[in-house]
């Protein structure tokens, strides 16, 4: 059960980070942009996580992980103080 959660949240903020993305795209917002880029951060961290606890239970990921949803929350809070109209 643990393994389709997940996939399952990695596969949410994937879909999130392309739709973000494609509304970015059409809009020019350069809000959707810096929460696109965060979503690539927080789907990097789901991604290493579905493979840090599900496929090498042995390997320790964790620094990776958080390297990566802080550096995704980083983008979000550069867009956040930075680009307010």
Same mark, same amino acid.
């Given at each position: 059960?643990?393994?389709?959660?997940?996939?399952?949240?990695?596969?949410?903020? @994937?879909?999130?980070? =392309?739709? +973000?993305?494609?509304?970015?795209?059409?809009?020019?917002?350069?809000?959707? *942009?810096?929460? !696109? /880029?965060?979503?690539?951060?927080?789907?990097?961290?789901? @991604?290493?996580?579905? =493979?840090? +606890?599900?496929?090498?239970?042995?390997?320790?990921?964790?620094?990776?992980? *958080?390297?990566? !949803? /802080?550096?995704?929350?980083?983008?979000?809070?550069?867009?956040?103080?930075?680009?307010?109209?």
């Amino acid at each position: 059960m643990h393994t389709f959660l997940y996939a399952l949240a990695a596969l949410t903020s @994937l879909v999130c980070m =392309v739709l +973000l993305f494609r509304g970015y795209i059409e809009s020019r917002q350069r809000l959707l *942009l810096w929460s !696109a /880029l965060c979503f690539i951060g927080l789907t990097i961290n789901n @991604l290493l996580l579905f =493979v840090d +606890l599900v496929i090498f239970l042995d390997l320790d990921l964790r620094l990776y992980r *958080l390297t990566a !949803a /802080l550096a995704g929350m980083l983008f979000l809070l550069y867009g956040f103080i930075f680009e307010s109209d």
